[in-house]
T-cell receptor, first 112, second 115 residues
């Protein structure tokens, strides 16, 4: 079965610094989703990537999917305290069903 | 604004009682919704797929008689935890898929505590 590995598991950065979170799959990704979650709350949709080599940006967050569609990265530029939270990557487990499996999450703290 | 709404946000119940959680799609109609469960400090695990007009499909290891799912309309799915026990205490989250884009939006989650 498909597994998603996120790295790092946790990250503490100084405000203003850039950071990258990685998500690696054991199989080809048909759809890769990035979400942000604050503990005990719902998931906030960030971005969805479907094509090899695809890159999307929203405000200071950029997500990429490699050409082989097995690895994705989430990059935050000039981090702010509001970026703190748990970042989750999710992959469509069976092609295009909408059923997601998730990585274990990356906890981000941003120090003012 | 919110695309998916869940109710209640949190609920505390006694062991043996049943609890119903609602998931509403606010922006678009959804023939398919998904229910996940998240235990503390763990990631989300898919429980079942809710299908409008037909039976829900459950993931391996999820008891369909314990977690009853009803997709009452194109904007509402309900999850009923029957005869709840303390081990059912968890964070339950639903997701809705926008068919034309494939984007998946999640609700705010419902925290269930069974005493």
């Amino acid at each position: 079965s498909q597994e998603l590995e996120q790295s790092p598991q946790s990250l503490i950065v100084q405000e203003g610094k850039n950071l990258t979170i990685n998500c690696t799959s054991s199989k080809t990704l048909y759809g890769l989703y990035w979400y942000k979650q604050k503990y005990g709350e719902g998931l906030i949709f960030l971005m969805m990537l479907q094509k090899g080599g695809e890159e999307k940006s929203h405000e200071k967050i950029t997500a990429k999917l490699d050409e082989k569609k097995q690895q994705s990265s989430l990059h935050i530029t000039a981090s702010q305290p509001s970026h703190a939270g748990i970042y989750l990557c999710g992959a469509d487990s069976s092609g295009n069903t909408g059923k997601l499996i998730f990585g274990q999450g990356t906890t981000l703290q941003v120090k003012p | 604004g919110a695309v998916v709404s869940q109710h209640p946000s949190w609920v505390i119940c006694k062991s043996g009682t049943s609890v119903k959680i609602e998931c509403r799609s606010l922006d678009f109609q959804a023939t398919t919704m998904f229910w996940y469960r998240q235990f503390p400090k763990q990631s989300l695990m898919l429980m079942a797929t809710s299908n409008e007009g037909s039976k829900a499909t459950y993931e391996q290891g999820v008891e369909k008689d314990k977690f009853l799912i009803n997709h009452a309309s194109l904007t509402l799915s309900t999850l009923t935890v029957t005869s709840a026990h303390p081990e059912d205490s968890s964070f339950y989250i639903c997701s809705v898929r926008r068919e034309n884009t494939g984007e998946l939006f999640f609700g705010e989650g419902s925290r269930l505590t069974v005493l």
